[in-house]
């Protein structure tokens, strides 16, 4: 390098010094919006993505793929903040320790809201139920409305809402009565001793038949189940489509006792007998 290049190069340097201190922030807002713009490229690739995975019905449901779509926004903003921190100039050292300490204290703050997050985490993993569903969780039971990454929303068949952390719901038995296409309806009867009994399954087995919704395989349960002081308990058991269920119970529930009283047959009833004891 000769001495006129070495010249230049000097009067380069003392020209950036002598520039006014808005020309220096050139390159840091430069990378800053370049960095902004890149984030946004890659979150609305990334979150068309998973959304072509959920509206795929693959192994995503809309759960795991909010919490994908979250974490991943967390990640990448929490990346491009540090990177423009990096462009300016300034010392994240001291930030991330800060952010350390604040994050213990939050954490001790927020350790409910943290659980219902890990649990609902779990929830879309394991997939118990989904939108639509019909549960019960606890002695909560209803319609799964909405599901997010804290709280799980439920409709009961009267229309009230109930919502439920995810907390709670995890740590929950949970029983799915949507999970399988086909459902049985556990009904019972009392019948007296003196009845035929053979008679009464007959009855009940012709209504059930007459039910085009009843399904004929697994066909209709109807045995005695359990034997009292005054009458038998018979069980009947058909089995029927999830959305059939509700409409076949209701119906059958009117339709046996004014088939049994056809045929003459009644149903036993608790009696109470009062007997008056004159004093001497």
């Known amino acids: ?33 370049l960095a902004i713009i890149v984030a946004k490229i890659l979150l ?35 990346i491009t903040a540090i990177s423009i921190l990096g462009f300016w100039g300034i010392d994240i050292a001291p930030i991330l320790a800060g952010v350390g300490v604040s994050g213990i204290v939050l954490g001790l703050a927020l350790q409910e809201t943290i659980a219902s997050i890990f649990s ?73 001793y003196d009845v035929d009994i053979n008679r009464v399954k007959e009855i009940a ?15 209709p349960v109807i045995e005695v ?5 005054s009458f038998m308990k018979l069980y009947i058991r058909p089995y029927c489509k999830n959305g059939d269920y509700w409409k076949i119970k209701f119906r059958f529930q009117a339709d046996l006792p004014k088939a049994l009283s056809s045929a003459g047959i009644k149903i036993p009833r608790n009696k109470l007998e009062i007997t008056n004891i004159e004093e001497k």
Do not use: H
Not at 5 to 15: E, G, K, P, T, V
Not at 162 to 172: E, R, S, T
């Open 1 to 33: 390098m000769n001495g006129a290049q070495i010249a230049f190069i000097d009067y380069l340097n003392n020209w950036k010094e002598t520039l006014p201190g808005v020309y220096k922030l050139i390159p840091a807002i430069g990378n800053t919006i």
């Open 44 to 78: 609305k690739i990334s979150i068309n993505f998973i959304k072509k995975l959920v509206d795929k019905k693959t192994n995503v449901t809309p759960l795991m793929g909010g919490f994908m779509i979250k974490t991943l926004q967390v990640i990448v903003w929490s």
């Open 120 to 192: 609902g985490f779990m929830i879309a993993v394991s997939k118990p139920f989904g939108i639509g569903d019909y549960v019960e969780i606890g002695s909560v039971s209803g319609t799964v409305s909405s599901m997010d990454t804290v709280a799980v929303g439920l409709v009961t068949p009267d229309g009230k809402k109930i919502v439920m952390a995810n907390k709670l719901v995890w740590g929950a038995v949970i029983t799915n009565y949507s999970s399988n296409a086909t459902r049985r309806i556990d009904m019972a009867l009392n019948i007296s």
């Open 205 to 219: 087995r012709e209504i059930l038949v007459s039910y085009p919704d009843v399904l004929e395989n697994p066909a």
């Open 225 to 229: 189940g359990e034997y009292a002081d």
